[in-house]
């Protein structure tokens, strides 16, 4: 049997794909991806139109897809996360049906349940042997965990597996295995390296950053939650990891040895993983290159798929034992909803990625904020879009006080027990506005551009077009 | 009480905004070093419009200002007195005159004001040779003088010796300056540490200045805040000794005794002293008498 | 007294606003340019304005590019851009 085709063209063509099918694509390889546009430049040079894309991720690298967008060849688009480059496009109206915006746990789930069939997966692949079986962690293109990838590759019709390293068969520690596997494809390149993963991560110098991470690190301290078996997931943000940081010395001084780390992973909780403040890392994407290092050479760091981080639809899922998860935030109001999917104009910029996952499962959700950012408060009245629901935070931390949901009194009987400067959020907002002003509201488009779906795949807002210019 | 004190460069807006929620008892707007000269007017009048505007929420306020040899320090006093910041930091305080000069033209512009005379304080920073040998002249020159403050980076320059993160070579400059305030009845301050990432450095820096007597420390990083700030407040078992104290000198007053021990030692007036004072900052630190007793 | 010679102040920076001034006959004009200026262009201009007003100047071409600072951030770059047009620094 032979896998190996001569191009992506002729993968296209033998994998059947015809007019209103669904393609998908993984962001591993962030804006360092080259496969998307390679793959669908062909589609769109073949003629087939009124496709819909479905990828884990969209990033500025995939900005020619707005070609094929008004070419007709694209004409839906679900994902769970867009860069503010191609948010911008995409909040001018440019779509006659709106983005489906799912998790990353709410995208393996709809897609195992069979809500949201794929026809065609092509599937980026830094290492692969001829049948198929690939991996992230090998080669030039090397991405670490293909964690998103595992859903697409279970469930598609056709499963494309594209890789610029082949590998003698069988290739040793797959992640993704030929089984599912229908053509492989060798390319110059897969991706960019230096978009794909960056050098090393610093900790922010910034002032501000610093303090709210002390706090942040300070209220998974005095939170009850901070003893052995201790687990714990945080973004790649200057902050977040300023909090990871501390939180690591914090452990360290008190000698308390944690279960798990979990997400995103960063060469932070790599460290923190060889200190001895976790057991294991459980890693559904590697941010820097200390992350890649070490899931490929530690066998404590293990690669997980997108369904068993966060699928709601899963028979159980990590988010769900996980204790604290530090997240970030555009915008939060005083009901906590939490906006990250649009910036402060109402423009796409982000996506929900695994916030509401890891909100809606772990113990404590905290969010990570400064009071206000370029003159703009970070708490609203209302959000301009509700990425992650009220019920599923817990604290918001600035650098003015830390405001705690109230559902949530333990926490905050905790907290001011421990002397941390605990604010109601509405006196939060006041106290913003006084030193930042009230900004004026801006008017919401007519158009709906977006459907924002949350954990329990139910849709719980609109983004709506963003007019002038 | 001024257990830390942070830099803050006057020309970076971001910075200047965020004063009041970086941690640090006072904040230092700095006009000097941190400020090129072609940007002395900018800077001067950012911090004016950040003490006039915002809300430092209790925080204080101390601008050190360009040294009384250069072209800007008048300015500098005349565009941010009438804000009424708590200090005014002095570089480069040489000798008891410098330090007059800056009080007289101070008490000038309080009266202009209507401010009442020395309701801004001034606190030389000593940071040359001359200025730790001068610094009880200093510290001791006017009644606008509350605190001295050591500054070991241009110190080291001016003793031709290496700034090192152990300070061996502050040694001298560390205890001579305590000596000096005390003896003046005035506060004293440490130079920062200014290693940014060092977090267990910062913790032995600012435990020696503590133990030589220092009131308290500055930083120049916001990091550093909490370890200074942890460092100069009284231990739980202070304030409880504190407390101890003060209960002992009330009943020796009932009972009509002159002279009273605890623990087996006499309690004298500086004991009592010291106890007042840990009181003070216990009670402001909101740190309550232990129940147990 | 007026604007004798264009001058400049403030960066462009995050939380900082960068401001230009030049004489101008007979007119006084704002420029706004804001990352902000949906949310607060409106109190931009009048802070601008009230600080042109408050230091007597009338004829002058005023442009402000504004990174997100606070009013009173804006405010001093746009006096410290007086006072260097005015040649008093």
Redesign the interface.
């Known amino acids: 049997m032979n896998k190996l085709v001569n191009s992506i063209r002729e993968a296209i063509s033998l994998s059947g794909l015809k007019d209103g099918m669904t393609v998908s694509f993984h962001h591993h390889l962030r804006n360092g991806d080259y496969v998307l546009n390679m793959v669908m430049d062909e589609i769109a040079n073949m003629g087939i139109k009124d496709l819909t894309v479905n990828a884990s991720s969209l990033f500025d690298t995939h900005m020619p897809l707005v070609g094929h967008i008004k070419n007709g060849v694209v004409t839906t688009v679900m994902t769970d996360y867009i860069a503010a480059g191609l948010g911008r496009e995409f909040s001018r109206g440019i779509m006659k049906n709106p983005i489906q915006f799912r998790t990353h746990g709410g995208r393996p789930a709809d897609i195992a349940l069979g809500k949201t069939p794929i026809d065609v997966a092509f599937i980026a692949a830094p290492a692969s042997d001829s049948m198929g079986n690939c991996s992230g962690k090998y080669g030039k293109s090397a991405c670490g965990s293909l964690g998103y990838a595992y859903a697409d590759a279970m469930h598609a019709k056709k499963v494309v597996v594209i890789t610029d390293n082949l590998v003698s068969y069988p290739l040793e520690d797959w992640s993704i295995s030929e089984d599912y596997v229908d053509f492989v494809v060798t390319v110059d390149a897969v991706g960019d390296p230096k978009g794909i993963v960056s050098g090393t991560t610093k900790i922010t110098r910034d002032p501000v950053g610093l303090v709210m991470a002390q706090n942040a690190a300070k209220v998974i301290e005095a939170s009850g939650l901070l003893k052995d078996g201790f687990s714990f997931q945080t973004g790649a943000g200057g902050a977040s990891l300023a909090a990871a940081k501390f939180l690591k010395d914090i452990m360290l001084r008190k000698g308390i040895q944690g279960s798990f780390g979990l997400g995103g992973i960063t060469g932070y909780m790599v460290d923190m993983l060889r200190s001895g403040c976790f057991q294991k890392l459980m890693d559904v994407q590697c941010f820097d290159l200390g992350a890649v290092e070490s899931i490929r050479t530690d066998s404590r760091h293990q690669e997980i798929s997108a369904m068993h981080y966060a699928s709601p639809a899963a028979k159980s899922a990590v988010v769900d034992s996980l204790d604290v998860v530090i997240l970030g935030a555009t915008e939060i109001d005083t009901d906590f909803n939490v906006n990250v999917h649009t910036d402060?104009?109402g423009y796409i910029m982000g996506g929900s990625g695994g916030h509401s996952d890891t909100a809606a499962g772990s113990k404590l959700s905290m969010i990570i904020a400064p009071m206000f950012?370029?003159?703009?408060p970070i708490v609203t009245d209302r959000v301009n879009c509700i990425s992650t629901p009220g019920k599923d935070i817990d604290v918001l931390v600035t650098q003015g006080g830390i405001a705690v949901n109230p559902k949530n009194i333990e926490l905050k009987n905790n907290l001011i027990a421990a002397g941390l400067n605990v604010v109601d959020i509405h006196d939060l907002k006041e106290k913003t506005e006084r030193?930042?002003?009230k900004?004026?509201?801006?008017p919401k488009g007519d158009k709906i551009v977006a459907e924002v779906i949350g954990h329990d795949l139910s849709i719980q807002d609109y983004i709506y077009n963003v007019k002038g210019e | 009480m001024r257990r830390s004190m942070l830099f803050l460069p006057g020309n970076n807006?971001?910075m200047l905004?965020n004063a009041s929620c970086l941690g640090a008892d006072a904040v230092i707007f700095d006009l000097e070093d941190a400020v090129s000269p072609a940007e002395k007017?900018?800077a001067r009048?950012?911090v004016?419009?950040?003490m006039?505007?915002?809300d430092l929420c209790g925080c204080e306020v101390i601008v050190r200002i360009n040294s009384v040899d250069t072209t800007y320090w008048k300015k500098d006093l005349d565009t941010i007195l009438p804000e009424k910041p708590d200090l005014i930091l002095l570089p480069k305080t040489g000798a008891a005159d410098d330090a007059l000069i800056a009080d007289e033209y101070m008490s000038q512009l309080e009266e202009k004001l209507g401010l009442e005379k020395n309701s801004v304080g001034l606190m030389p920073l000593i940071e040359t040779a001359l200025g730790v040998e001068n610094s009880y002249a200093i510290a001791s020159s006017c009644d606008r003088v509350k605190a001295l403050f050591l500054g070991a980076e241009d110190l080291t320059a001016d003793l031709q010796c290496k700034r090192t993160k152990e300070g061996r070579e502050i040694e001298y400059a560390r205890t001579r300056l305590v000596v000096a305030s005390r003896a003046a009845g005035v506060d004293v301050y440490d130079t920062p540490f200014t290693d940014v990432n060092d977090d267990e450095g910062i913790y032995a820096d600012a435990s020696l200045a503590k133990s030589l007597g220092f009131t308290g420390k500055a930083s120049i990083s916001p990091r550093h805040i909490d370890a200074i700030n942890s460092v100069f407040s009284p231990t739980e078992a202070e304030v409880e000794y504190a407390y101890e104290v003060m209960d002992a000198i009330r009943l020796a007053k009932e009972m009509g005794k002159g002279a009273i021990a605890l623990r087996g030692k006499m309690i004298d007036a500086p004991i009592v002293a010291r106890a007042e004072r840990t009181i003070a900052m216990a009670q402001a630190l909101g740190m309550d008498r232990r129940e147990d007793k | 007294m007026e604007i004798l010679k264009s001058a400049s102040?403030?960066t462009i920076?995050?939380?900082?606003a960068y401001v230009e001034i030049e004489p101008k006959e007979g007119a006084l004009d704002i420029q706004i340019e804001s990352?902000?200026k949906?949310?607060?262009g409106?109190?931009i201009k009048a802070a601008v304005k009230d600080v042109l007003d408050e230091n007597g100047v009338k004829n002058a071409s005023v442009r402000v590019v504004d990174?997100?600072?606070?009013?009173?951030?804006i405010?001093?770059?746009v006096?410290?851009a007086i006072?260097?047009g005015k040649g008093e620094?």
Do not use: K
Request: charged share 35%; with cysteine; proline share 4%.
């Open positions: 402060s104009n950012r370029a003159r703009l030193i930042t002003g900004p004026h509201r801006l | 807006p971001n905004i007017d900018a009048i950012l004016r419009n950040t006039r505007y915002m | 102040a403030g920076e995050s939380s900082d990352v902000v949906e949310q607060f409106e109190e990174r997100g600072a606070l009013e009173c951030v405010r001093a770059r006096e410290t006072l260097r620094e």
